[in-house]
């Protein structure tokens, strides 16, 4: 079963807060998920002078993550734009992101998805797990 990144944090905080641990006194498997995700971030090292990253081609969505998070230095906004193999190109709109705080930048994305990033404020580094 697949789980979203976004169910996978409300849970995770859900457990923290009730103070649940395993008789092993660690933290129970929804937060493994949260890990799985963020853990696989790859970093954002700049754009292109539109604000497009990766200056060049694009990423594809994986079974780490259900939806394409991003954690950039600076406050900005991000929109995504899929590649659909059949059918136009097209952009989600923008979504404002806080400076160091992870942000969903869309949300329930089929595994295999091509895409890229615009960020408005142009030059933007960070990671972006998907």
Request: net charge positive; hydrophobic share 35%; glycine share 12%.
């Amino acid at each position: 079963m697949r789980i979203h990144s976004r169910a996978v944090r409300v849970l995770a905080v859900a457990v923290l807060a009730a103070g649940f641990m395993t008789a092993g006194g660690s933290a129970t498997a929804a937060t493994s998920g949260v890990t799985s995700c963020y853990g696989s971030a790859k970093s954002i090292n700049g754009t292109d002078p539109n604000g497009r990253w990766p200056v060049t081609g694009y990423r594809v969505t994986t079974s780490n993550c259900g939806d394409i998070n991003v954690k950039v230095t600076g406050q900005n906004t991000v929109e995504t734009c899929f590649l659909p193999s059949s059918g136009p190109e097209y952009c989600n709109g923008g979504h404002e992101v806080r400076a160091n705080t992870w942000t969903l930048a869309a949300t329930d994305v089929k595994d295999g998805t091509k895409f890229y990033l615009i960020f408005y404020s142009g030059n933007a580094s960070g990671v972006a797990a998907y």
